[in-house]
């Protein structure tokens, strides 16, 4: 009879701490679905936003760009127009077919399922990307931007949101803030760029007008080993998806205007440019001087001294082409006779 009791209570206990692992397993963050309820994993697999595995981190970690150690450190906003030639591949398809979405999209799903961390985005001032300015994704994102979502309480008390994808306003984010550095590190002779966050600007259809609003900022370290296998179409005569978001971004295959610049005064290009004109003008003294700045980092030979060298060897061709051009209407060597009483001489002979 003891015997019967110990099974009995070997069996409820576990039983208890089986149902404990499942509620500790069981997903407490904001999720994805299509409509219909749908597990953890399928949602995982469908959205091809696996977790990291220790070898993604590890690839992220080395593709990392050290910027500490710079000794030249250039700030500079541009805002990227999705719907440009060079920007497409990153806007298109708005609407994710089989699981694959455009940049937001893919950003969206990210911040949603609490992967990546979505950073407020200040009225005035510069952005700070710490836990004090994470944005609240109910009341700073879903919300505001009128998002439709689903609250869904889980058995152990949780709540989380789903969201159908075909109500991720993908088509309307038609432009990007970029925040890029342009540094050279001295240590290693390196003048390269590297991308430091990403965010997001929603048009907004209004009766009194269209607007735009600067959604979220997000790290993208963050963001990069998962983009880094989101393959996009670049081409519309070779159809091949044969780079990535992260592709796309390294290589600088974007395109974009500079509209701000870090600064002491903290100001923007608009506050000191009356007229469109003179935004322009600006923007592209900013882009000179990026360029002016790597061309005085390599040695450049001085002019002044190859160019005797160079009008020494041009007279030099020229002296011998002449000389070939009057060649052939020059007479051989040749001798005439005046008659017995004259002398006869030869002319000079001209060595070809």
Same mark, same amino acid.
């Given at each position: ?58 690839? #992220? ?57 979505? *950073? ?26 009128? +998002? ?14 789903? +969201? ?16 890029? @550095?342009?540094?050279?590190?001295? #240590?290693?002779?390196? *003048?390269?760029?590297?991308?430091? @966050? ?37 081409? #519309?005569? #070779? ?8 592709? *796309? ?8 205007? +500079? ?12 506050? *000191? ?30 002019? @002044? ?48």
């Amino acid at each position: 009879m003891k015997r019967i009791y110990f099974l009995l209570i070997l069996v409820v206990s576990l039983s208890a701490m089986q149902i404990l692992q499942a509620q500790q397993v069981d997903r407490r963050t904001p999720q994805m679905t299509r409509g219909t309820e749908q597990t953890r994993q399928t949602n995982t697999i469908r959205s091809g936003l696996s977790d990291l595995t220790v070898r993604a981190q590890n690839m #992220n970690e080395l593709l990392t760009q050290d910027i500490g150690n710079a000794r030249w450190l250039r700030i500079i906003y541009r805002e990227l127009d999705m719907l440009k030639e060079k920007n497409a591949p990153l806007y298109y398809p708005t609407v994710p077919v089989r699981g694959e979405g455009n940049l937001f999209s893919t950003i969206f799903q990210l911040v949603v399922e609490g992967k990546v961390a979505a *950073y407020e985005n200040p009225i005035s001032g510069r952005e700070v990307f710490d836990e004090d300015h994470i944005l609240d994704l109910k009341t700073g994102l879903l919300d505001p931007y009128e +998002i439709m979502y689903e609250t869904v309480r889980s058995p152990d008390g949780s709540t989380y949101f789903t +969201i159908n994808e075909v109500d991720i306003p993908s088509e309307q984010v038609k432009s990007f803030y970029v925040k890029e @550095a342009w540094y050279f590190d001295q #240590n290693n002779s390196v *003048y390269d760029v590297k991308i430091l @966050a990403l965010c997001p600007r929603l048009n907004l259809y209004a009766d009194f007008g269209d607007q735009t609003a600067a959604m979220f900022w997000v790290l993208y370290e963050d963001i990069r080993p998962y983009v880094s296998s989101r393959h996009i179409m670049t081409s #519309n005569i #070779n159809n091949a998806r044969t780079f990535t978001i992260d592709d *796309y971004f390294r290589r600088r295959m974007y395109e974009g205007e +500079i509209y701000n610049t870090e600064n002491l005064m903290n100001l923007p290009l608009q506050s *000191y440019s009356e007229t469109p004109e003179e935004l322009q003008l600006e923007r592209e003294r900013i882009e000179a001087e990026l360029v002016a700045f790597e061309q005085s980092l390599w040695f450049q030979p001085d002019s @002044a001294q190859t160019a005797p060298t160079t009008r020494r060897a041009a007279r030099a061709a020229a002296r011998t082409t002449a000389r070939q051009e009057r060649a052939p209407a020059t007479p051989r060597n040749t001798s005439t006779s005046t008659g017995s009483g004259s002398s006869s001489s030869s002319t000079r002979s001209i060595r070809r």
